[in-house]
């Protein structure tokens, strides 16, 4: 089960979902709400803490990994202490493990284990990677283990981390260690950093994206850090499903990593995300949702304990899911940001070389809660829409997506889901309803030959009209109140834009270029 642990106590292996509910509900992790999921409070650790992530430098990976604050070392010895003091805490617990696959194509496929301590993240890891059928758990060997043990808590001056809090990924090894936080997105993660490192070598781009695809076989890709809206806008009734948040653009076409989908709940309502409100039932998992005691309703429009409350369900949930979750070549990528400060255009057609600078760039606002330490939004670049998952430096990912996108011939759209009419607090974020008809109208081909102006600042086409969309509300600056402010802060960012890609030195003067004019 894992190695060198030789006194588990009671080892649940494979339990289906209604059974690690009951288990999670029972042992007082959890408790069922009234839609029927089970729902959990995380404590201290309500988002992800990428401070406290380390990759074990070692022979293997030591020339490959792109070193840094993303990537920070972790020696060996280090890693082999952490690894030996953790199975000392897993002496004679109870355990659950979950053996299954992330992967849809099976011919880029990984094996995984995920060994927990709580029966809810069980059930989490259950719902969010691919289940195999029972002929493929008698043959199934892990070559991923991932280790979660939220009790087990470091000790810095020991394990040589920065916190009681740790993810440990060990790439030679293909482990992950997981203790001191309760936060069940930091399991999901670490699988996708994995894959992030294993699939360029098999000639796949992983991506931090969801994905759908129409009637006619037309696949669609969204880019963007979490709350921008990844998986509400793919999770269209009009669209198929392929997946909300991880895929792998192969020879062959998009595949989804995962087997579930991981969405943010603060504000929801069934009218406007029905799809996601009617997938939270029995066999899903809220985190942080608050929960009235006396009828166990959940509130989702409370952010008393966190704004990063989250639901995790599996895909089938979602009515109109692709199973098993492929798709051809995209026709349509969208950068998706949720600009803060109220200038960027709520649409914009992307040149080639301009979607390889906004892709390096990746801007959006940081929402609180999705990182410890985050209370307010933070204007953020991570390239790639998902730099904290990157081993290998954002260039090499950058230029399979360029060659894809000039190979398939795709559009490529940048799409603000953030504030119009002034910044956060001053103006308002702009409509679901506005920001859908774009996204359809740009999938479905409809600004293919519509009238677009040059932005003066971002340097990027905005169309002038677009389907059930007002014209007014795609020229930004319009829905200011005071033109000249609007200026001042759209020149700032520009300014930010700039100063942030000087760091890609190795990139053609088009696509360095190619970003806004400060």
Not at 344 to 366: C, D, E, N, R, V
Request: with cysteine; charged share 20%.
């Amino acid at each position: 089960m894992i190695p060198g642990l030789t006194n588990a106590g009671r080892v649940f292996r494979d339990l289906p979902a209604a059974r690690l509910a009951e288990q999670a509900v029972c042992r007082g992790e959890g408790r069922f709400a009234s839609p029927g999921a089970v729902t959990v409070v995380t404590g201290k650790y309500t988002g992800r803490s990428p401070e406290d992530k380390f990759v074990v430098d070692d022979a293997q990976v030591h020339d490959i990994v792109a070193w840094g604050k993303v990537n920070k070392r972790f020696t060996e010895e280090q890693f082999s202490n952490l690894y030996a003091r953790m199975l000392a805490y897993l002496q004679h617990k109870d355990l659950f493990v979950f053996n299954g696959f992330v992967g849809a194509d099976k011919s880029h496929q990984l094996s995984v284990r995920i060994v927990n301590e709580f029966a809810w993240q069980n059930l989490f890891a259950r719902q969010l990677f691919i289940r195999p059928t029972a002929e493929e758990l008698e043959s199934h060997v892990p070559s991923c283990t991932v280790i979660a043990a939220p009790g087990f808590k470091a000790d810095p001056a020991l394990d040589g981390t920065r916190s009681e809090a740790f993810v440990v990924l060990n790439f030679t090894k293909r482990i992950v260690l997981i203790g001191g936080t309760h936060y069940a997105g930091e399991i999901k993660k670490s699988v996708f950093t994995m894959m992030n490192y294993l699939m360029p070598n098999e000639g796949v781009l992983p991506m931090h994206c969801s994905a759908n695809v129409g009637a006619n076989g037309d696949t669609a890709l969204f880019f963007g850090l979490s709350g921008t809206g990844k998986t509400t806008l793919s999770a269209d009734p009009e669209r198929s499903l392929i997946g909300d948040d991880e895929h792998g653009w192969s020879d062959t076409g998009v595949f989804n990593f995962e087997g579930g989908c991981y969405a943010k709940c603060i504000g929801l309502t069934h009218e406007r995300e029905p799809q996601i409100w009617d997938a939270i039932r029995f066999g899903s998992i809220m985190e942080n949702v608050v929960i009235d005691d006396a009828t166990t309703e959940p509130d989702f429009a409370s952010d008393a304990i966190t704004e990063n409350t989250r639901c995790a369900y599996p895909i089938h949930y979602i009515p109109n899911a692709v199973i098993p979750g492929v798709g051809g070549h995209p026709k349509a990528v969208i950068f998706l940001t949720a600009d803060a400060t109220g200038v960027m255009p709520p649409i914009a057609l992307l040149k080639p070389q301009q979607a390889m600078y906004h892709f390096l760039s990746g801007y959006t606002s940081k929402l609180a809660g999705t990182e410890r330490g985050i209370v307010s939004p933070q204007s953020t670049f991570s390239s790639c829409f998902g730099e904290p998952f990157l081993p290998l430096p954002p260039v090499e990912y950058a230029r399979m997506l360029g060659e894809r996108i000039k190979r398939h011939d795709a559009r490529v759209y940048l799409i603000n889901t953030g504030w119009v009419g002034g910044p956060y607090g001053v103006g308002s974020r702009i409509k679901l309803s506005y920001t859908r008809a774009m996204v359809r109208a740009a999938v479905d081909g409809q600004l293919d030959n519509v009238e677009y102006r040059l932005d003066p600042v971002f340097n990027v086409l905005v169309p002038t009209s677009c389907p059930s969309v007002p014209s007014e509300v795609l020229d930004a600056r319009s829905q200011w109140a005071d033109g000249a402010a609007y200026d001042e802060a759209a020149r700032k960012l520009a300014a930010e834009f700039n100063n942030n890609f000087k760091k890609f030195t190795m990139m053609d003067d088009d696509i360095r270029n190619a970003g806004p004019i400060a």
